[in-house]
């Protein structure tokens, strides 16, 4: 998995890509959760996202979580056929908010 982080309107957004499994979601959790803990509303782009298990899916849920709790914008844009299929099996895609890009979710 890799990461890139940058500012797009009044977000940040954490991009991700490759494989978000059990070695590597500790990373996405952290990048997230940073994030947030600066006060940033939260995009995470999971359009590079080639497999996503459960481990990253309760990283996503956490920093949904803790943005609910800081009343910090979270959402998801991009997101991957891989990564929506699993989100549609765990009914999280009714959960989250996704867009198709971050142009949707500034405008909005």
Not at 9 to 20: P, Q, R
Not at 68 to 75: T, Y
Not at 79 to 88: D, G, I, K, N
Not at 101 to 106: G, R, T
Request: a neutral charge; charged letters at 20%.
């Amino acid at each position: 998995m890799e990461y890139k982080i940058r500012n797009e309107g009044d977000f940040t957004v954490v991009a991700l890509s490759g494989e978000v499994d059990l070695h590597y979601s500790p990373e996405a959790r952290k990048q997230i959760l940073a994030q947030l803990n600066k006060n940033n509303n939260v995009l995470v782009d999971l359009s590079g996202v080639s497999y996503i298990d459960s481990s990253g899916i309760a990283s996503l849920v956490e920093g949904f979580q803790l943005a609910r709790n800081k009343k910090l914008q979270f959402g998801l844009v991009g997101v991957s056929a891989a990564a929506r299929q699993v989100l549609q099996l765990a009914r999280l895609d009714k959960v989250f908010l996704i867009k198709d890009s971050i142009q949707d979710f500034i405008t909005s």
